[in-house]
């Protein structure tokens, strides 16, 4: 999958499992990427897959709580 993709899947992934609305399942992934939380998965494409997806969207609902 593409980082876009990843970005997305990780937001879906909010929505479905935390009923975040998709705005602040957007703001959630926004605030990540900004604070490098990603950077990896532009090196890293392999990064990019389903399995990585679930751990990030995990990890980023821990990290940065809605505001």
């Known amino acids: ?3 876009e993709a990843h970005l997305d ?3 879906t992934l909010l ?4 009923a975040l ?3 602040a399942a957007v703001a959630l992934v926004m605030r990540a990427q900004a604070d490098g939380f990603f950077s990896a998965h532009d090196d890293s494409p392999e990064l990019c897959n389903q399995a990585r997806a679930e751990q ?3 990890t980023v609902f821990r ?3 809605a505001k």
């Open 63 to 65: 990290s940065y709580p």
């Open 56 to 58: 990030d969207a995990r």
């Open 9 to 11: 899947e990780v937001a």
């Open 15 to 18: 929505t479905e499992w935390y």
């Open 21 to 23: 609305s998709d705005a």
């Open 1 to 3: 999958m593409s980082y």
